[in-house]
């Protein structure tokens, strides 16, 4: 058998007749590719790239565009990976600790993170193209810089426990982990990870992911066609 469809043979069974032909090539080839990895401990959404998708796939890498992540921590631990999951290392007291305090802290590394961002983006930001950029969202390093947080927000706050909102470029989910480690420190106690989940990277959000009840062909075919007109808008902004 083979592309030119040569005749299928006739079984029997019974007294009915059954034909068979096997059409076209045996398999065929399809490139699929991941983007920005999860490590086994976080979730949320994940981008791969079908095919040709494999090339926008690093078309949107070099537009080194932000992505969101829920993280949850814990007050009044610390461990050896600073996951709730780790060896714990030691327990501290955390009934000190507040909203505003925490929102202090929040501030302070939002502000300091963006001094990185604009020193490792090379914008003089008293020129017309800096402004022009900061309209459109654009200022971000166009090449590979040390992990920047561009915005942070707490979402819920009830001790021991908290949830923060982080946007940023460049990081690992482990740098996000480390980072509630810190936030522990600074308000003189301790605080461990207990989640981390990414809710949007780049232009998708987990509103365009596909469940794993829904990893089908047609699923997927209306997946793509229902990001392509975003991707290429993007891409277009950025890269020109």
């Known amino acids: 058998p083979g592309s030119g469809g040569s005749p299928g043979r006739a079984l029997r069974i019974g007294s009915i007749a059954v034909s068979l032909a096997v059409r076209g090539p045996r398999f065929r080839k399809l490139k699929i590719g991941a983007g920005h990895r999860l490590d086994v401990k976080a979730s949320g959404g994940l981008v791969l790239g079908i095919g040709h998708g494999n090339k926008l796939l690093t078309d949107l890498y070099n537009c080194h565009l932000p992505k969101v992540y829920t993280v949850g921590g814990l ?75 561009t915005a942070v927000r707490c979402l819920q706050f009830a001790l021991p426990e908290f949830q923060l909102e982080i946007h940023c470029l460049h990081e690992t989910q482990q740098y996000l982990r480390r980072m509630v480690h810190e936030i522990g420190l600074e308000l003189k106690s301790s605080a461990v990870c207990t989640r981390v989940r990414r809710t949007r990277d780049g232009v998708f959000s987990v509103h365009d992911a596909l469940p794993r009840t829904r990893w089908d062909l047609r699923s997927v075919q209306e997946a793509i066609g229902s990001c392509q007109l975003k991707v290429e808008t993007e891409l277009e902004k950025t890269l020109g």
């Not at 914008?123 to 022009?132: C, G, L, P, R």
């Open 75 to 149: 007050f009044g631990k610390a461990t050896d990976d600073f996951s709730d999951t780790g060896n714990l290392v030691e327990k501290t007291t955390f009934d000190h600790i507040t909203r505003e305090k925490l929102e202090r802290i929040l501030a302070v590394i939002q502000g300091t993170n963006q001094k990185a961002l604009l020193m490792y983006s090379n914008i003089d930001m008293k020129t017309q193209e800096a402004y022009e950029l900061a309209v459109k969202g654009l200022i971000r390093p166009m090449a590979k810089s040390p992990p920047i947080i």
